[in-house]
Structure formats: C-alpha cells, structure tokens
C-alpha cells in the first residue's frame, strides 16, 4: 500500500567514507512515485499545513494553491511555493520546534516512513515533523545541519521525486571537503550516526529524460485502503495525472521527515523542555 516494490528487491548503500549516509536506490513503483507526488501539490500544500507562501496574500482564505494554480494555469503561482512543514512546524528563524506551534502529522507519510525505517532496523523511529521542499530548475540549497530536534540520535528520511539533484555532503565543519552524490526520482537517502548532523546542500538540480513515474502497472498497488483511493485513482488516469507529471517534468520534490521528541517524551512544553511519562 506505501508504493513500493518488495524489499528483497531493494538496493541499499552506505557510503562508507561518511558513516551512517544510507542510500536506499528508487524502491518506488511508479504509482508509488505518483502517488506521494499528488499528496505533496494537492493535499499536503493545504491549510492547515503551513507554506513560504501564507504571508504573501496570494491564496485566498476559501481557495487551495494547486486548485488556483490549475484553474488558471497560473505558472508564476506555481513556482511560489518552496517548502511546506508538517507536524510539528519548523520555525525558520529560531530553530526550535513549539508544543503551540503543531498540526497533524498525515497518517500515510507516518506509515510509509515507519515501514522504510523498521525495515532497515530502526523499530523505533517516531515521524513528527517534515518539511517538504519543491525545486525548480534554478533552486539551490545552501550548505546547514539539522539540529532542531530534541533526539539528534534518530535518523532523517529523505524522499526525492522528480528531476535529479546534486547532493554534497561534508562533516561537522563547511571546511570539510563534502562528498557528491546523484539524487534520482524515487531515491531514499538516510542520515544516521556521524552524517545526521553533517552539513549538507543541494547545489544543482539537473534536468534529466527519464520519467521514473512512467510507465505505471496496475497490479503496482494490490491493497489500496479506503481513504487513499481517490489519490490512486488520479494516479492511475493519464489524465487526471497529467498536470503532476508536467509539474515533475521541471521541478523536484523532497520531503525528509525527522523524530522531534526523545523516546519516551509525550510533548514539549512552551520552554521546548521536556515532559515525559
């Protein structure tokens, strides 16, 4: 039901000159890609999720953006949205995450990411936070750490669909010589041990041919639950689909999902200490 093709089949790397950097290679069905595709433009960019567009007065309190951006095939609004948040929201001045300041972190992408983590053997990672990012074909991302979360031992999960990124990683400090790699539509990257607080970036996208989204095979999702059948159904009509696949064709998508609280802690209080059981 996540999209996936069966696990044994799975090619997963580490590189072992930057311990704890795992790299699971497209492990998506390409109604898997299309899947959480939709989910990001059409369901996960909706109030009350929180955007770098909610200040800008460009989407009307009773209007959606992907609904705006369709109906009158508004190019410039598409290209406005950069990032949404998830769960707990990302506070892109302070850093700090706030129990005052959360929603409600969407059961499919909590399922997903627990079955890719128990999968690899992390049985007891948590999703609380994401932040989705949407590239264009111009869009970098700086050099930074992510060091907002209160459990710095949990692993972040990186999901890429799309065009293909560069995507440099280093150590503890920018002067470390960071280490390149390719970023493909559908591929998981991991950061755990020493790489969960490296510095990392994204200083290209690059247009590429191949349309990991297609073909699709009808057989790709056999169970299919009751409250995502209206997404796969967009996934599996060509036309239906077609506005996410243009969307796809020059742009990127990545969302990296991150435990926030520490095993054991139930909520965060308005200081961001600790309250456990």
Not at 67 to 85: D, F, G, S, Y
Not at 115 to 130: H, R
Not at 194 to 216: C, F, M, N, T
């Amino acid at each position: 039901m996540f999209g996936f093709k069966h696990p044994k089949t799975w090619e997963v790397f580490e590189i072992v000159e930057r311990p704890g950097l795992i790299i699971i290679k497209n492990p998506f069905t390409s109604i898997g890609q299309r899947y959480w595709t939709v989910k990001c433009l059409e369901e996960y960019s909706k109030k009350p999720n929180k955007t770098n567009i909610d200040t800008l007065n460009l989407v009307p309190e009773n209007k959606e953006w992907w609904e705006m951006c369709q109906n009158n095939n508004n190019v410039l609004l598409l290209k406005k949205l950069r990032w949404v948040t998830l769960g707990y929201h990302h506070n892109w001045d302070t850093k700090v995450y706030n129990e005052q300041d959360k929603g409600k972190f969407p059961k499919d992408l909590t399922d997903m990411t627990v079955f890719v983590a128990s999968t690899l053997g992390y049985t007891n990672f948590n999703p609380e936070a994401a932040i989705i990012n949407y590239y264009h074909m111009d869009s970098t991302l700086s050099g930074h750490t992510d060091h907002s979360e209160k459990d710095l031992e949990a692993p972040l999960f990186s999901f890429s669909f799309g065009q293909t990124a560069i995507f440099l990683l280093g150590g503890k400090s920018k002067d470390d010589k960071p280490t390149p790699v390719f970023l493909r539509s559908g591929d998981i990257v991991v950061m755990s041990k020493e790489s969960r607080l490296a510095y990392h970036g994204v200083p290209k996208i690059l247009q590429i041919d191949s349309r990991y989204w297609d073909p699709i095979d009808e057989n790709d999702l056999c169970y299919i639950g009751k409250d995502y059948r209206d997404v796969v159904n967009i996934c599996k009509d060509e036309s239906l689909w077609k506005p996410f696949g243009n969307y796809l064709s020059h742009s990127r998508i990545n969302i990296n999902v991150r435990q926030v609280l520490s095993r054991g802690q139930k909520r965060l209080n308005s200081e961001n200490a600790e309250e456990v059981t």
